[in-house]
């Protein structure tokens, strides 16, 4: 796995004001994501402010990693496939086309999340992600992400 997330390696002004995944967001989750040639995998811990009903991550804030993640993911997957070196050249733009979330059972704020992602299917124009949400091992949390290539 790379030492620099995803993030670091293609710094540029397209990504970096998100607000899940951008290093330049002051308010935002700043998810790091690391690709190791099959998936992409991101370690994340919320802040308390992060909460829906009492000890509970929000809904919304779980879809927003789920996204960011699967995003990241299926650009390093499509660069691998291409050939091109990751954070060289100008910007992969893409967008959300659609997603799926499934809640498996409720996060607690004070959990650390592992998410794991892996490219499904690759098409013309979009690329479809898969996502899974885990505490120790154990999933809470599942999405599928279409990517749309723009531009």
Known sequence: MDEQSLQEIWASNDYSGCFGCGPENSHGLKIQSYWNGKE?????????HHKGITGILNGGIIATLIDCHSFWTGLAALC?????PFGKGTPIKMVTGAMTVTYVRPISVDAELELKAYLVKMGKRSRVVSCS??????EHTRGEVTLVLVG
């Open 40 to 48: 992409g995998i991101c370690r994340w811990k919320a802040e308390p």
């Open 80 to 84: 691998q496939r291409e050939g091109i």
């Open 133 to 138: 949400v885990s505490i120790d091992g154990k």
